[in-house]
């Protein structure tokens, strides 16, 4: 069983930046993938940003240029920078882990972008 716990939502202006952190109970090396999706009400839940165990990574053509995902292996933790943040960015905000074993999903944190 894989525990994510993430942090960093909140409310900020339209142009303002957020980062979000995601750590897991497990190694990073020993999943296939690690990523961000989001869901807006009244929406699916879509890919955000995604990191392979290589260091590949992949975006939502809505967030290129604008969102950076990252990873600190030491600790275990994956990040999603957030920058020039819109109100259609608003939505609730999953890590997720693709292992080996199972797929693994955080609770979720809320952003809110104000205009």
């Known amino acids: 069983q894989v525990q994510l716990v993430e942090s960093g939502g909140g409310l900020v202006q339209a142009g303002g930046s957020l980062r979000l952190s995601c750590r897991t109970s497990g190694s990073i090396f020993s999943f296939n993938a690690m990523g961000w999706y989001r869901q807006a009400p009244g929406n699916q839940r879509e890919l955000v940003a995604r990191i392979t165990r290589g260091g590949s990574t992949n975006y939502a053509d809505s967030v290129k240029g604008r969102f950076t995902i990252s990873r600190d292996n030491a600790k275990n933790t994956v990040y999603l920078q957030m920058n020039s943040l819109n109100p259609e960015d608003t939505a609730v905000y999953y890590c997720?882990?693709?292992?080996?074993?199972?797929?693994?999903w955080g609770q979720g944190t809320q952003v809110t972008v104000s205009s």
């Open positions: 997720n882990v693709n292992s080996p074993w199972g797929e693994y």
